[in-house]
């Protein structure tokens, strides 16, 4: 018997990476003290190196950069 994917049929890969690296940052904005393996883990990714990789990909920065311009940029 196959298994289903409730809630992501027809999105792929890319888009299930998507939505956890969107995950990851409001992980980020919430707790500015959290790690960024401890986020990796949490938004579903397995390795560390492949989230980062990720991150950057669709975000522009890596996860450590954008963690100091969180805390960098006053909130208004």
């Known amino acids: 018997m196959s298994k289903v994917r409730i809630g992501l049929v027809g999105i792929g890969s890319m888009g299930t990476a998507h939505v956890r690296i969107n995950q990851a940052r409001i992980e980020f904005v919430l707790d500015p ?6 986020v990796c883990f949490r938004v579903g990714f397995k390795h560390l190196a492949h989230f980062s990789r990720v991150f950057k990909e669709l975000v522009g920065v890596t996860p450590v950069q954008y963690k100091k311009l969180l805390t960098a940029t006053p909130v208004q």
């Not at 003290?33 to 401890?38: G, I, L, M």
């Open 33 to 38: 003290n959290v790690s960024v393996t401890d």
